[in-house]
């Protein structure tokens, strides 16, 4: 399985020991959506910052495309994040002072193999913009440079936490469809957290989490269009 996850478990250390993973295991096919669905406190950002390598697991194991997350040391854990993982999160965290365009090709010189720039940009509709700077554009607009700035390095795993946590309900219409649009496109597997069920049924794979366990697995076999 391209992304495989088994066993995790976490505990975090305040005051008493809370244990927020006990025992998670989900996989993921090459080129699919999953979603991590669940209620706040769930253990869903935890899940999601362990298979990203931003944090440790106590125990269990991550693969993704053969290569064991779960067993590199610290310093292949950064490059791992900077060359195969490419992260949207709720708020953008684009640089003010830099164009749509810099702000984009920032993160494609640390790829071997990037996107082109102008594919790039006309997949999330915004060519015509490429030079203004994120304060012209509106929130949707803002997070579709963040989506571009995360596949331009063409990365094995899209992460996403709550994408559209900022967003309106049409707007969020608007992202997720465009996100259809990246996986379809570019072939890129995507893992996106929300607590909107909604989202949900966009997805190839739901996993339901619940105090830090899978409560249950959803599987469609076709997608049903954000638009
Ligand atoms: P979700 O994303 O589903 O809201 P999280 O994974 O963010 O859940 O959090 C699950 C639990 O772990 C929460 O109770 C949270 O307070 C706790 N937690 C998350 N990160 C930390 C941390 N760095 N230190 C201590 N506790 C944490
Ligand atoms: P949305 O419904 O996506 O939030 P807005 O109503 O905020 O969109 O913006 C609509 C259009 O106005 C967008 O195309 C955006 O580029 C443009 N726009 C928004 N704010 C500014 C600004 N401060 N300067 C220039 N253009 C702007």
Redesign the pocket.
């Known amino acids: 399985m391209f992304l495989a996850v088994s066993g995790l478990t976490k505990q975090y250390q305040i005051g008493i020991a809370t244990t927020v993973l006990k025992g998670v295991s989900i996989q993921l096919a090459k080129g699919h959506i999953g979603v991590i669905l669940g209620p706040s406190g769930s253990g869903k950002s935890t899940l999601m910052n362990i298979i990203g390598g931003v944090d440790r697991a106590d125990s269990g194991t991550v693969e993704i495309d053969g290569e064991r997350i779960t067993d590199l040391s610290q310093d292949q854990l950064v490059e791992y994040r900077r060359k195969s993982v490419g992260f949207v999160f709720q708020f953008y965290n684009l640089v003010p002072n830099l164009t749509v365009a810099e702000n984009i090709e920032v993160v494609s010189n640390i790829s071997k193999q990037p996107h082109k720039m102008n594919d790039v940009l006309s997949a999330v509709g915004l060519f015509d913009?490429k030079n203004?700077f994120p304060?012209?554009?509106?929130?949707?607009?803002q997070q579709r440079v963040s989506i571009a700035r995360a596949i331009i390095k063409n990365p094995t795993l899209l992460l996403c936490d709550e994408p559209t946590g900022a967003?309106?309900f049409?707007?969020s219409r608007?992202v997720l469809s465009l996100l259809q649009n990246v996986n379809r496109d570019f072939g890129t597997t995507i893992l996106m957290i929300t607590h909107n069920s909604a989202i949900a049924a966009m997805a190839h794979t739901v996993y339901r989490l619940r105090s830090g366990e899978v409560a249950e697995v959803t599987h469609h076999s076709e997608l049903v269009p954000a638009e």
């Open positions: 913009k203004r304060r012209e554009l509106s929130g949707g607009e967003l309106d049409d707007t608007g």
